[in-house]
T-cell receptor
Framework: NAGVTQTPKFRVLKTGQSMTLLCAQD?????MYWYRQDPGMGLRLIHY???????AKGEVPDGYNVSRLKKQNFLLGLESAAPSQTSVYFC????????????????FGPGTRLTVT | GESVGLHLPTLSVQEGDNSIINCAYS??????FIWYKQESGKGPQFIID?????DKRQGQRVTVLLNKTVKHLSLQIAATQPGDSAVYFC??????????????FGQGTILTVHP
């Protein structure tokens, strides 16, 4: 099992450019999440998905769009990047219930460091 | 809005000592709490969780204590090792209704273990 993987690991964008971050999980998890982490802060939820074909807004959704066309993939898009979107982006997934470690144990990817100049 | 926060942003200990990391939460409806460890350049890693109907849960070298009266959560690490150096986050969920596992994270505490 690769767990949760993210591509790319690093990216530099100019203001106004667009890009898509890809998250993939091979654990057959129903729920997937996109977070951003800014220096000295905890993670904040951008968007999430409770199943293939469904998405919902989190705490800080403005400027981002997402899609979940396949159960194993969750894409995060920036249509027109802004310097305020400079951050580290983490994807996570979780089972809906059960598990030996806990009901909502979330597995995180390694992160994508995005800089917008 | 509701939030989860930490009393101490940094903690330095000697190898072999016990460490205690604290967290205060404000959402009285939260019924599930998790501690995560984040090493430099990596994503958060699940350490241990506790439900609101418990006041203590033990894992391997770690213990989480929950005091609902004062809305306080703590993580105790026994015999701290240099490999425990990381940022530790508490997170909470209101698992009822339609929370869909959405976590609210605290700011984090930096733990540094000196050999």
């Amino acid at each position: 099992n690769a767990g949760v993987t993210q591509t790319p690991k690093f990216r530099v964008l100019k203001t106004g450019q667009s890009m898509t971050l890809l998250c993939a999980q091979d654990m057959n998890h129903e729920y997937m999440y996109w977070y951003r982490q800014d220096p000295g802060m905890g993670l904040r939820l951008i968007h999430y998905s409770v199943g293939e074909g469904t998405t919902a807004k989190g705490e800080v959704p403005d400027g981002y769009n997402v899609s979940r066309l396949k159960k194993q993939n969750f894409l995060l898009g920036l249509e027109s990047a802004a310097p305020s979107q400079t951050s580290v982006y983490f994807c996570a997934s979780t089972r809906t219930s059960g598990g030996t470690m806990g009901l909502y144990e979330q597995y995180f990817g390694p992160g994508t460091r995005l800089t917008v100049t | 809005g509701e939030s989860v926060g930490l009393h101490l942003p940094t903690l330095s200990v000697q190898e072999g000592d016990n460490s205690i990391i604290n967290c205060a939460y404000s959402n009285s409806a939260s019924d599930y709490f998790i501690w995560y460890k984040q090493e430099s350049g990596k994503g958060p890693q699940f350490i241990i969780d506790i439900r609101s109907n418990m006041d203590k849960r033990q894992g391997q070298r770690v213990t989480v204590l929950l005091n609902k009266t004062v809305k306080h959560l703590s993580l105790q690490i026994a015999a701290t090792q240099p490999g425990d150096s990381a940022v530790y986050f508490c997170a909470e969920i209101n698992a009822g209704g339609t929370s869909y596992g959405k976590l609210t994270f605290g700011q984090g505490t930096i733990l540094t273990v000196h050999p």
